[in-house]
């Protein structure tokens, strides 16, 4: 069976959440330490200490597996389904308070070390595999939904900048973060974010 293959569903007891998580966690483990190339089914349940029909039964194969790993690595949770909805009533001053938070969230996630260094080899393999690439970067514009349309709505509220498109500021948002943090190997504070965010937005209006 290969690693991108996929294997029938089997029955058996019930999944165990505390084995779902002993499982991502020893992904993460694995990408982090041993890159894209050494992340395979049996290093993971080596790893946890499981067995691959173990992680078969949760994950098909491998592209599932590792799309949960950025998830568990960054604590990718709900976030609201409309973000309009969600946030659109706020004064201007409570929106863009909002709005900081949510990047200073992703800021603290993603600067931490174990997010990191799996951010890195997912990164650092997408060079050499254009199929990696295509899925993690439709995996990362999913995920970005939220925070893009949180900057859409403040830029129908005239509260952030309109010369540059809202993909750019999402780049140089996260850019920042990733180049402090990945590249330089700084720690990030939070008054760092709050001034990249700063140079985005707009003041809120009396």
């Known amino acids: 069976m290969q690693e991108n293959g996929t294997e029938p569903a089997t029955r058996g007891r019930p999944l165990s959440s505390e084995l779902d998580e002993a499982i991502l966690e020893a992904a993460c483990t694995v990408l982090a330490r041993q ?25 098909t194969n491998r592209d599932e597996l590792l799309l949960a790993t950025l998830d568990h690595a960054m604590r990718i949770e709900g976030a ?5 909805l969600t946030f659109a009533a706020l004064p ?3 929106l863009l308070a909002a ?25 650092a393999a997408m060079y050499e595999d254009d199929a990696l690439r295509a899925l993690a970067q439709s995996h990362h514009y999913d995920r970005r939904r939220p925070l893009e349309d949180m900057m859409h709505l ?13 993909a750019d500021l999402i780049h140089a948002l996260v850019g920042a973060v990733h180049y402090r943090s990945s590249m330089m190997l700084e720690a990030i504070n939070d ?10 937005t707009r003041p809120a209006r009396d």
């Open 80 to 84: 609201p389904a409309d973000i309009h």
């Open 99 to 123: 709005f900081e938070e949510m990047a200073l969230t992703f800021a603290r996630i993603v600067s931490e070390p174990r997010a990191s260094a799996v951010s890195i080899s997912v990164s």
């Open 35 to 59: 890159g894209y190339r050494g992340f395979s089914f049996d290093a993971v349940a080596r790893t946890a200490g499981t067995t691959r029909p173990a992680i078969y039964r949760r994950w």
């Open 92 to 94: 201007d001053a409570d």
């Open 191 to 200: 008054a760092y974010v709050v001034n990249v965010v700063r140079l985005m």
């Open 154 to 166: 403040l830029c129908d509220r005239g509260l952030l900048r309109r010369d540059i498109p809202v």
